[in-house]
């Protein structure tokens, strides 16, 4: 079984920085897309950030410049770096990825959610 788990969120003052962290875990033989989303309640998951197995990266428009995504397949790990925190970005953060097990299956993982709060 092949899965991710995030890290890393918490409360923090606009202006403030966050890192998340995801960390895949299982028989995994490589690692394919990547990504971050976000959700707040009574809204639909958004894309905040991803990045491909040959390290292209897209962004949301508002998070373009204050966020960047990284990666270390080396670690099964994917990480978010979040500054300049707005409240508008509070939302459980959500890992992504495409994780290819020792059979050559592609798995569509995502981890349990962490909760990010931007409020003074």
């Known amino acids: 079984q092949v899965q991710v788990a995030e890290s890393g969120g918490g409360l923090v003052q606009p202006g403030g920085s966050l890192r998340l962290s995801c960390t895949a875990s299982?028989?995994?033989?490589?690692?394919?897309?990547t990504g971050w989303y976000r959700q707040v309640p009574g809204r639909q998951r958004e894309l905040v950030a991803r990045?491909?197995?040959?390290?292209?990266?897209n962004y949301a428009e508002s998070v373009k410049g204050r966020f960047t995504i990284s990666r270390d397949d080396a670690q099964n790990s994917v990480w978010l770096q979040m500054n300049s925190l707005k409240p508008e970005d509070t939302a459980v953060y959500y890992c992504?990825?495409?994780?290819?097990?020792?059979?050559?299956?592609?798995?569509?993982?995502w981890g349990q959610g962490t909760q990010v709060t931007v409020s003074s």
């Open positions: 992504n990825a495409g994780l290819i097990d020792d059979l050559g299956l592609v798995h569509d993982c």
């Open positions: 990045m491909t197995r040959l390290g292209t990266t």
């Open positions: 299982g028989s995994i033989f490589a690692i394919d897309a």
